[in-house]
């Protein structure tokens, strides 16, 4: 048996998202999934980067954190690619669509579970 990998830091992320909802819910529901979106998205990227770059270091293949544990179809010469950030040919220009394209994903969930819940609101027995 091969654990599961660490999983990501959702904490802070969602207590921002959480803040951000509570305070501006009286608004416009698409404003407030905007700066949802924004929110847990800038905050995400602010915590998991350096918690990546903590997931690649040896300090993290111990048993809590598990990254020196492999699947079985990973060949033993792939190893050592587990523990390193390839630089691959993207730009910050790539980079940064990504990142719209994920605030732009964010928004519309967020939206989406808004309205959902603002009907829910409504709903009686």
């Known amino acids: 048996m ?4 660490f999983p990501p830091l959702l904490l802070a992320p ?3 998202l959480d803040v951000v909802v509570q ?4 608004r416009e529901l698409f404003w ?3 700066r949802a979106a924004v929110g847990f998205v800038g905050t995400l990227l602010i915590v998991q980067w350096p918690f990546a770059n903590f997931l690649v270091s040896p ?3 111990n048993r ?3 990254m020196q ?4 179809t990973v060949f033993p010469s792939n190893y050592h690619l587990q523990w390193e950030f390839i630089r691959a040919d993207k730009t910050t220009s790539h980079f940064l669509a ?4 994920a605030v732009a994903a964010a928004t519309l969930s967020s939206y989406i579970g808004l309205v959902w819940g603002d009907w829910m609101r409504g709903v009686r027995r």
């Open 59 to 61: 300090l993290a293949r």
């Open 2 to 5: 091969v654990p599961l990998r």
């Open 69 to 72: 544990y492999f699947a079985y």
């Open 23 to 26: 305070r501006f819910f009286h």
């Open 32 to 34: 407030v999934a905007l």
């Open 64 to 66: 809590i954190f598990g």
């Open 98 to 101: 990504g990142m719209v394209v």
């Open 14 to 16: 969602a207590v921002v």
